[in-house]
């Protein structure tokens, strides 16, 4: 009997206090590897809860890959179905191949013009996600870009565009590795940034509107990738592009930075190693932020996105400790960063190079068949 009136009293007690002094949970739904949740959980989370008195952070993975964006979107999907007043899916972090589809059902508010940090990130990728128009509806929360890694001891005037890299490998047989469509991203992004850099139009490959016939436009490229691939290595995947690197059986391949500079704190990688960005430039992909567009707590969320992309804490949580590439523009980060650092992250790609040769993926559609046309035309 005791115990029934302590807890009546408690529920009292907590109904009579007024809104914001009780507890609020602010629902984070994270896709991504397990290192997502634990960013969340024990950085973002417990900044967030110091500076929001009464306030927890509730952290969930969802699983890594499109399927933990997928499942994001299951969830709000079953409560936009049911007419719920409120959502329970206060911030989610999605993939790119998600944001457009969960915009075009009306599953996301327009937050980000209501976000002081909104002003600091000006990259294609904060307006397009695979050519779907997705501008104010997401926050890049980092960016994770392709670019050519090489041995200087092997390439002493590393190619600076795609005809220069196609003309290097020609006279260099077997010094250049990438793992085409399979095994990873990097070797996909090289594919679309090769037909990106032999196709007329490339730009309608990322901004849309779709086009059957581009699939003819972009043939003569695979055609030249072909002949490219004859005097090429192809790797097992990412990690196989790196292990290959550094054991020197090839000179130069296409990487992600972040990863890069990761096996090089680590000592996986040699640290004499060097990238590249060639131009027109190379694909890249961010993880977003969101917020549902009926969140139980909207107002909260985007405070937490605001704090999340918030220089300090980019410099902080997103470079020094992940090696990524900032969500926002990267100037807007120096000033958070001793130079040692910004050095080591920039000194071969800078700023300036991230924002002309930085790309987007290309649109849903052509995502595909891109990839189709490679196995069926350059890699037979």
Do not use: C
Not at 309 to 326: C, D, Y
């Amino acid at each position: 009997m005791l115990r029934r009136t302590l807890f009546a009293s408690a529920a009292a007690l907590a109904l009579s206090l007024p809104a914001h002094a009780q507890q609020r949970t602010l629902n984070v739904l994270t896709a991504g590897d397990q290192n997502m949740v634990d960013y969340i959980t024990d950085y973002l989370g417990p900044m967030f809860e110091k500076a929001n008195p009464g306030v927890r952070v509730r952290a969930v993975g969802t699983g890594p890959g499109d399927a933990g964006s997928q499942k994001i979107w299951e969830r709000l999907d079953a409560q936009q179905k049911a007419n719920a007043a409120t959502w329970d899916v206060d911030v989610g972090v999605v993939h790119q191949t998600m944001a457009g589809q969960l915009v075009r059902e009306s599953k996301l508010s327009r937050y980000r013009p209501q976000v002081d940090t909104d002003r600091l990130v000006t990259r294609e990728t904060a307006r397009k996600a695979l050519g779907a128009d997705v501008d104010g509806f997401v926050m890049p929360m980092f960016h994770s870009q392709v670019a050519i890694a090489y041995n200087p001891a092997m390439v002493s005037a590393p190619p600076k565009t795609y005809a220069e890299l196609a003309d290097w490998a020609q006279k260099n047989p077997r010094k250049f590795g990438h793992n085409g469509v399979r095994g990873g991203m990097s070797g996909v992004a090289f594919v679309f940034g090769w037909v990106y850099a032999n196709t007329p139009d490339a730009q309608k490959l990322m901004d849309g509107p779709y086009d059957p016939a581009m699939r003819a436009a972009w043939a003569p490229a695979m055609a030249k990738l072909k002949e490219f691939n004859r005097n090429a290595v192809i790797t097992p995947g990412n990690a196989g592009t790196l292990d290959q690197l550094n054991r020197g059986e090839i000179a130069m391949g296409p990487v992600w930075m972040d990863m890069f500079y990761t096996w090089q704190a680590e000592g996986r990688l040699a640290p004499n190693m060097r990238l590249e960005l060639i131009s027109p430039g190379l694909p890249g992909q961010p993880m977003y932020y969101v917020v549902p567009e009926k969140a139980a707590n909207a107002e909260l969320a985007r405070r937490f996105v605001a704090m999340a992309t918030s220089p300090a804490v980019q410099a902080e949580g997103i470079v020094k400790r992940f090696n990524w590439l900032p969500g926002i523009d990267a100037q807007h980060v120096q000033a958070h960063l001793d130079q040692k650092v910004w050095e080591r992250l920039f000194k071969d790609v800078s700023p300036q190079h991230l924002a002309e040769r930085g790309k987007p993926m290309p649109m849903g559609s052509y995502f595909k068949e891109i990839q189709e046309d490679y196995e069926r035309l350059v890699a037979n």
